[in-house]
């Protein structure tokens, strides 16, 4: 239980076009998803929270407005990058927080996506 | 800012018992200990976590300190497929936030 899958596993965008990354909690509910950036030789860097219904909380630093996170349902978020640029290339992974009660083993536990690597040309 | 910190990397030899220390100093009193292991370009597995006891599951052991300043991740016989960055997060009580630290990179030698 508790699987959470990312779409696609690997996109490569040219430099200015938008692509859009998908997170799935598969056999559970997710209250709060999460969405982390990682560089090469680096650790995850958490980029928002999202909850479902509501506006994502977004981390110092990050862009909003260049980082869309739509938390449409109890089982799906997506992360659009718009006007991707190279530096943008990374390892994008989400993570799901499921509902409090409801098999977890406990209330901060996240389950994590497979990744998504993201490359601008 | 990460609320944990770990050794950068350590070798342990196959078959052996790898010790992985974490310290977090400012653990608040309803705060759990996770530790999540990454293998190349996948995303984080868990491994275990902990409150104040000691706990233990298939894959580890988890060691925490009675004052909770600090815990040891313990992998009783370490196998080549263990080379991974292991890193230990503590809960942020109230946000469900993980602030990753920059983990350790455990390499296991055969």
């Known amino acids: 239980g508790a699987v959470v899958s990312q779409h696609p596993s690997r996109v490569i965008c040219k430099s200015g076009t938008s692509v859009k990354i998908e997170c799935r909690s598969l056999?559970?509910?997710?209250?709060?998803m999460f969405w982390y950036r990682q560089f090469p030789k680096q650790s995850l860097m958490l980029m928002a929270t999202s909850n479902e219904g509501s506006k994502a909380t977004y981390e110092q630093g990050v862009e909003k407005d260049k980082f869309l996170i739509n938390h449409a349902s109890l089982t799906l978020s997506t992360l659009t990058v718009t006007s991707a640029h190279p530096e943008d290339s990374s390892f994008y992974i989400c993570?799901?927080?499921?509902?409090?009660?409801?098999?977890?083993?406990?209330?901060?536990?996240?389950?994590f996506g497979p990744g998504t690597r993201l490359t601008v040309t | 800012d990460a609320k944990t910190t770990q050794p950068p990397s350590m070798d342990c030899a196959e078959g052996r018992a790898a010790n992985l220390p974490c310290n977090h100093s400012t653990i608040s009193g309803n705060e759990y200990v996770y530790w999540y292991r990454q293998i190349h370009s996948q995303g984080p597995q868990y491994i275990i976590h902990g409150l104040k006891n000691n706990e233990t599951n298939e894959m580890a052991s988890l060691i925490i300190t009675e004052d909770r300043k600090s815990s040891t991740l313990i992998l009783p016989h370490a196998t080549l497929r263990d080379t991974a960055v292991y890193y230990c997060?503590?809960?942020?009580?109230?946000?469900?936030?993980?602030?990753f630290g920059t983990g350790t990179r455990l390499k296991v030698l055969a």
């Open positions: 993570s799901a927080r499921e509902r409090t009660g409801e098999g977890t083993r406990t209330p901060y536990e996240q389950y």
């Open positions: 056999d559970f509910q997710a209250t709060t």
């Open positions: 997060i503590v809960s942020t009580s109230g946000t469900y936030k993980y602030i």
